[in-house]
């Protein structure tokens, strides 16, 4: 592009992030986001200028397709980042705090496990998940037992130690707390397995990344495009870089053979 | 002690983690006398607790259990037998009180924690931690919170401590058998018990595993694993069958024929308790007849994929399960980072003045349904609170040592004020402290004298403080039932 951006070009590449601003607004049922969308598509000069526009507000632009509409990430320090210290619970001594912020982040990892089951589901436009309450909680404490078993088979004695509570496995945590917990009001407890689940969908779903649709164990809700792009274009890989670096994974995957749904327990079918 | 066998004893580490599981129980009866809301030291609290356990593992189905107010119900005419000439309001307080304490309400684990030592292969001496819980709360599918026993709970309370299920079982029938053919009712109704619980775990084994299947029907060796365990259950409730309706037989006869109406009473009981073990084994068996649907039905849900359409990663197996292994402090880094992009962004809200009048004059919301408990405060311990040194104290100390005569605040505070302005403070301080002598205080504490100070209207001349110039002198404190202050104060007044 030789000549600078006219500002109506400039308000519009704007106004497609405004729109995406608003996650529960889709291309489908409105015609101004719905022509924007077609734009970033077939102009190229407009989707660089949409970037730039996301960029100087601290932005990412992941995806913009009819289904999802606008998908946008935080850069790291942005206005838009939700941080994690103000989601879980606060806690003034340090092994605690963490132990919060594992729990949560499993619960979210569970969730998005949950909904897309199978590597094909993520990379699967068209695939709608489904989740509930008590599947999230149940999937993880799955794995807790999986893990446990595999514990046992490997015949030391592996109780956490005393006074290393920052070495114990997290799974021994999430293991150790209750599912759920009978309040006096008889509410569900907030520090429960359960009651952090149910707090990580509703929050989702303010999100517009689930959709309610039944109070059916304990609240079921159902997957949008648009958090399939944000898990599969940004979360998993984010985690996964993680794990890399601590050498706990490989690229590759470790032996599942590619598109099992449970990849490290399959030696038992 | 613990060191001498050379290797590691995982004896040693089962018997102590056994005797860690009935530590809860001895704590109740330690505690009871410190509850403000009743002297409690009339009520068992072990007891009780045993009780409670007992309850709760009896009320214990394949899908659910017994809510706490059954349980807390279903415990009242157990310690009304205690202590009857109490209220029936303390007795179902005593009931929610065992009852939230063996779940241990009030921790966020709602767990018990026992540390306890372990040699390991290189003969190092390691502090372990046992986690452990007795009673746990689970959401039932209507969102209903009920109660179960846990293993350890069930071990504890039929004291079959690290044995196997089924053989337990068979020893208790052979024990059953026995009893009722000696004719000791009271045994025999015991092993009945004993053979009931049993029962209780088995049928939890299986539930656990056609659980995960639901879940995960890869999860669960249905080759092999399941398919031997179904067979083994199978038999198992053909055998068991077979010897609790003998035993109905037997003590059916026995109960018709006993004379002693107390001997009568309790073949009763024990028909009731066979029948029950008879109810459950059936139920158990149906159980075990549908499993198989339930893998069929499962695997066809549970359908596999073709491959992948484009390079994805196995979130469960790739990122959940390796997260899960990692030490609390190493899995901080992927569980954020994964939280940080998964949760999109949020948009700060920014209110227009009408929006922010309209919020501010809104009635307070409801409480959300889920707004959490009241976190209790963490307070961390003052910084140095020490405004005099040692130093200071001591030179203050010997100022106001005056056992002889009493002396004026202002000749004490000029010759302290030589010294260091400071310890002026301290000594003005002090001795408007020992205006109100708490000699109460001091004579529980087995201080020997304490000082006094008296205000006989001299005004104070001093540059820095104001008021009466006090006359201050140091008084022995008797260590007699009176704790009489001796003739010194008289002089000073």
Known sequence: MSRPPAPADAEAAARLIAFGMRPKQLPGRDVVYADLVRRYGEDSGFKQLTHAVAAGLGLMVLEVSMQAGAVLAATDESVFEIKMDSYARQSKIRERRDTEKVLHGLVHLATAALGYPRPDDLANDTYIGRVSVEQVDGVVREACRILDERAARAEANNDPLADAPELEQAWRAYARRPAAAATKDGRLAADTTRGMVARALRFLSEQGFLVPVSGEQGGTYRTTPRYQVQVRELAADAAFDELLALDVVSVGGDGDGGGSLRAATSETL | ?493
């Open chain 2, 1 to 493: 002690m613990l060191i001498g066998a050379g290797g590691p004893d995982e004896g040693l580490a089962r018997r102590l983690k056994a005797l860690a599981c009935t530590a809860p129980l001895h704590d109740l009866d330690a505690r009871k006398a410190k509850l403000d809301w009743a002297d409690a030291t009339v009520y068992q609290m072990a007891e009780i607790a045993l009780h409670t356990i007992d309850q709760v593992t009896i009320a214990m189905d394949f899908d659910t259990g017994a809510d706490h107010q059954q349980v807390a119900n279903r415990l009242l005419p157990f310690i009304a037998a205690q202590a009857p000439h109490r209220t029936p309001g303390e007795h179902a307080r005593v009931a929610r009180w065992v009852l939230d304490n063996l779940i241990n309400v009030g921790t966020t684990d709602r767990g018990f924690r026992r540390v306890y030592g372990s040699v390991d292969g290189e003969g190092r001496y390691q502090r372990r931690a046992f986690d452990f819980k007795l009673l746990v709360e689970l959401a039932a599918r209507d969102g209903e919170v009920y109660l179960r026993a846990t293993d350890e709970a069930i071990n504890v309370l039929v004291g079959a401590l690290d044995t196997d299920v089924e053989s337990a079982q068979i020893a208790a029938e052979v024990k059953l058998e026995n009893l009722i053919s000696r004719g000791r009712l009271a045994d025999a109704k015991l092993a009945a018990e004993q053979a009931r619980y049993r029962t209780v775990q088995y049928g939890e084994t299986l539930r656990a595993k056609l659980d995960a299947t639901r879940r995960d029907v890869r999860s669960v060796d249905w080759e092999r694993e399941v398919p031997e365990l179904l067979d083994a259950a199978l038999t198992h409730i053909e055998s068991r069958f077979r010897a609790e309706t003998a035993i109905l037989k037997n003590i059916t006869a026995s109960r018709d024929e006993a004379e002693d109406p107390d001997r009568k009473r309790r073949a009763a009981e024990l028909v009731d308790i066979v029948g029950d073990c008879v109810r459950r084994h059936t139920q158990l068996q149906s159980r075990l007849q549908a499993a198989g649907a339930v893998f069929r039905a499962e695997q066809d849900r549970q359908q596999f994929s073709g491959p992948p359409q484009r390079a994805a990663i196995d979130l469960f197996g790739q990122l959940l399960l390796p997260t899960l292994a990692l030490p609390l402090a190493d899995a901080v880094p992927p569980a954020q980072s994964f939280f940080h992009a998964a949760t999109g962004i949020g948009v700060p809200t920014v209110p227009s003045l009408s929006a922010l009048v309209s919020l501010l004059l809104r009635p307070a919301p409801e409480r959300e349904q889920l707004v959490g408990e009241v976190p209790d405060p963490e307070l961390t311990p003052a910084e140095e609170t020490d405004r005099y040194s040692d130093e200071q104290w001591r030179y203050a100390d010997e100022l106001l040592d005056l056992p002889e005569v009493p002396r004026r605040l202002s000749g004490l505070l000029a010759e302290a004020r030589r010294a260091d302005p400071a310890v002026a403070r301290l000594v003005a301080l002090r001795a408007l402290h020992a205006y109100g002598p708490e000699v109460g205080g001091a004579v529980r504490q087995g201080e020997r004298r304490v000082l006094l100070a008296l205000d006989d209207g001299t005004p104070l001349d001093d540059p820095e403080f104001g008021g009466a110039d006090l006359l201050l002198q140091s008084a022995a404190v008797g260590s007699g039932s009176d704790a009489t202050l001796q003739s010194e104060t008289e002089e000073v007044a």
